[in-house]
């Protein structure tokens, strides 16, 4: 396996000086990965070549690409060429190149809008509503009546959430990572990102235990007590820096209990009707020992994995995916070779979703080819293009089974298991694909047991853009209420957690209740509920 690890780097270096000399144009486009139908003969052409002769067959008829200069508006961002398997079989597709330049600080993009300077593309979560504007940017309407673009096959609900972000009913972006209610139920193996809960196995054995038989709150109670009686040098419940608790709130519904779509009322987080019911649960896993107020208080994810690499848990709340299981699980074996970790089954009754995607592709006014730009922004919003873009090449990299689902290649497999996406693929140009999408190319294939416990966490999920598009902006009188709002439960909610009796605990939720109150909570949750009817009667939904 390594041996096709090593080969498809070199394929990747080979392309690079593939595109120096090619010559040749075309406008033509493939459909087989929209219809996942093809011409059976040249897919078994393709799927009999290499991933370099499969390549460089079709760039060899491409001419002098078109290039266009894209800002991406984030300084993480892990790539910062376009290039990789992926990038190359777009520019083979479409002709097109991207210069790409990655943000060197949070100030970068609202200097280039306040200069009007901006290059011809620009990716970005932030300044959507600014970026909105005719006078900055071409919306997608007119890339559509003027420059030959199609977006017939974006969803309609994807169109309304770019659309609520200009004041001239047009549309001048479209977000990446998000998916409908439909999609999600759709879904058959993996999940949303999100806290969860992990265990280790080797651990719970022993004690005649089956972690992935865990269903409830009280039978996880259950299971720590044993624990604790069992393994009385280790902290039961380990709480990873950032995400504390979170696994544990995701179990009672505390954000399922935000907003209530029968009623429209929408509650701040702390206000919500089932927080209560956390904090309690939380406090009786601190009274009986299950959790550390030491390790609650490590805000550094790196510092608090220690915990648990070095024996110090026997669970351990963290993000969900098979990705941080293997961080997980290759972090505790450089100590304990025998350890085994596994994902926790969601033990709550259902999940609410207000996501309304990620970042969008934003076309400068001054772009420099608007045909060129029409033409990329076309294709991967395509079915074929957002295929592409997440998973690779139909008949290479993936084939499609009877259900219109990715069968991915043991190269692409093989890649992913060693972490090199990334640089041999160069996945994060996937400016049109869904979260559905990511999450297929992330879980398809991994171990049946894990993907069958991170699946649970699909579990009745629903899906609520609209709250996202009511909350108000960070300057505004209600944006300063949320952020006050914020602190106050980041101060008060350990000191509710971590209280020894009734009397301190209703003591310590009161005075919390009370700061809430004088603070704005009912003004915040009150403008949201109408915030969120606004959106709804004003996008028809």
Not at 93 to 101: A, K, M, Q, S
Not at 317 to 323: A, P, V
Not at 469 to 493: C, M, Q, Y
Request: aromatic share 10%; glycine share 8%; proline share 3%.
């Amino acid at each position: 396996m390594k041996k096709k690890i090593v080969a498809l780097i070199l394929v990747v270096g080979m392309l690079s000086t593939l595109l120096v000399g090619c010559g040749g144009g075309t406008d033509s486009t493939s459909t087989a990965g929209s219809t996942g139908e093809g011409d059976s003969a040249e897919q078994t052409t393709e799927q009999d070549a290499g991933p370099e002769e499969a390549v460089s067959e079709e760039l060899a008829t491409k001419g002098d690409m078109e290039v266009l200069d894209i800002f991406i508006n984030h300084s993480w961002y892990p790539m910062d060429t376009f290039t990789g398997i992926i990038p190359e079989a777009i520019k083979a597709e479409v002709g097109i190149d991207l210069n790409v330049t990655i943000a060197s600080s949070s100030e970068q993009l609202g200097l280039m809008i306040a200069s009007g300077d901006l290059p011809d593309l620009v990716f970005t979560d932030q300044e959507l509503d600014r970026l909105s504007n005719e006078r900055l940017t071409l919306s997608y309407d007119e890339l559509e009546e003027s420059y030959g673009a199609d977006f017939s096959t974006v969803r309609p609900i994807a169109v309304d959430i770019a659309r609520s972000y200009s004041e001239d009913g047009k549309y001048y972006t479209l977000l990446n990572n998000f998916s409908t209610a439909d999609e999600w139920a759709s879904l058959n193996a993996g999940a949303a990102g999100g806290a969860a809960m992990f265990y280790r196995k080797d651990l719970l054995e022993p004690l005649g235990i089956d972690g992935s038989e865990i269903s409830s709150l009280e039978e996880l109670y259950e299971v720590l007590a044993t624990v604790k009686e069992a393994y009385p040098e280790r902290t039961p419940f380990g709480l990873g820096g950032h995400w504390k608790f979170q696994g544990i709130e995701f179990a009672v519904g505390v954000e399922a209990s935000q907003f209530n779509p029968d009623t429209g009322e929408y509650y701040y987080l702390a206000s919500a009707p089932k927080y209560r019911e956390f904090l309690e649960a939380a406090n009786y896993m601190h009274r009986q020992g299950f959790v550390s107020a030491e390790q609650y208080a490590v805000e550094n994810e790196a510092d608090s994995h220690q915990f648990a690499f070095n024996d110090g848990n026997v669970f351990y709340n963290w993000y969900l995916s098979n990705n941080d299981l293997t961080k997980l699980q290759g972090g505790t074996e450089e100590i304990h070779p025998d350890a085994e970790w596994a994902i926790l089954p969601f033990l709550g009754d259902s999940s609410k979703g207000f996501s309304v995607g990620w970042s969008g592709v934003f076309v400068s006014r001054n772009v420099s080819n608007p045909e060129a730009a029409a033409k990329l922004l076309s294709y991967l919003h395509s079915v074929e293009g957002r295929r592409t873009s997440m998973w690779g090449r139909e008949g290479i990299d993936f084939t499609l089974d009877e259900n219109d689902n990715p069968q991915f290649s043991e190269e692409f497999l093989a890649v992913r298991e060693a972490g090199e996406l990334d640089t041999l693929y160069n996945w994060r140009f996937n400016f049109g694909s869904t979260a559905v999408e990511e999450i297929i190319a992330l879980s398809s294939g991994i171990d049946k047991d894990v993907l069958a416990a991170i699946t649970t966490h699909n579990k009745g999920r629903e899906i609520f853009p609209e709250v996202t598009l009511a909350r108000p902006t960070s300057s505004s009188a209600e944006g300063v209420i949320f952020a006050n709002l914020e602190e106050l439960k980041r101060v008060h909610e350990a000191k509710i957690i971590f209280t020894d009796t009734d009397e301190e605990f209703n003591q310590a939720f009161d005075e919390f209740v009370g700061a809430l109150e004088q603070t704005g909570v009912q003004e915040y949750n009150d403008y949201m509920t109408n915030a969120i009817k606004e959106v709804r009667d004003e996008l028809g939904w």
